[in-house]
């Protein structure tokens, strides 16, 4: 079990590994804990504090665009879908480019599940 990941390596990994860290010591598990319930919910959720209101998720969407594309390029290739497959009914087709809150807060609340996905992977933690 391991109370706190480490390794992140770019701004958008710093910061997710900063939120699970200081949330770990809530959990008997730690870190593991923290990503269980975040995996559960996701963001959607409201467990991360940070990412509920259209202000917040929009200027983290902002601030982290060109890292969370390569996250959904990634995703979109590996899965072999459409980025209406990948999103569903949760997709807004008439912004595919993503310029209006409702994508722009999804791909927010994307980049930091898959972000912390990432890291547990790489902390060898499965959930």
Same mark, same amino acid.
């Given at each position: 079990? *391991?109370?706190?990941? +480490?390794?992140?390596?770019?701004?958008?990994?710093?910061?997710? &590994?900063?939120?699970?860290?200081?949330?770990?010591?809530?959990?008997?598990?730690?870190?593991?804990?923290? #990503? *269980? +319930?975040?995996?559960?919910?996701?963001?959607?959720?409201?467990?991360?504090?940070?990412?509920?209101?259209?202000?917040?998720?929009?200027?983290?969407?902002? *601030?982290?665009?060109?890292?969370? =594309?390569?996250?959904?390029?990634?995703?979109?290739?590996?899965?072999?879908?459409?980025?209406?497959?990948?999103?569903? +009914?949760?997709?807004?087709?008439?912004?595919? #480019?993503? &310029?209006?809150?409702?994508? &722009? =807060? #999804?791909?927010?609340?994307?980049?930091?599940?898959?972000?912390?996905? *990432? #890291?547990? +992977?790489?902390?060898?933690?499965?959930?």
């Amino acid at each position: 079990m *391991k109370k706190r990941i +480490d390794g992140a390596a770019t701004p958008l990994e710093r910061h997710v &590994q900063k939120w699970i860290n200081s949330r770990a010591a809530d959990y008997e598990s730690g870190a593991e804990g923290v #990503l *269980k +319930d975040l995996f559960y919910g996701g963001c959607q959720s409201g467990m991360v504090g940070h990412l509920i209101y259209y202000t917040d998720t929009l200027e983290f969407f902002k *601030k982290y665009r060109q890292e969370i =594309n390569a996250l959904l390029v990634e995703a979109l290739e590996s899965s072999g879908c459409s980025i209406s497959e990948l999103f569903g +009914d949760k997709w807004e087709k008439e912004d595919p #480019l993503a &310029q209006d809150r409702l994508n &722009q =807060n #999804l791909l927010a609340w994307f980049g930091f599940e898959e972000t912390a996905r *990432k #890291l547990a +992977d790489a902390n060898e933690i499965e959930v």
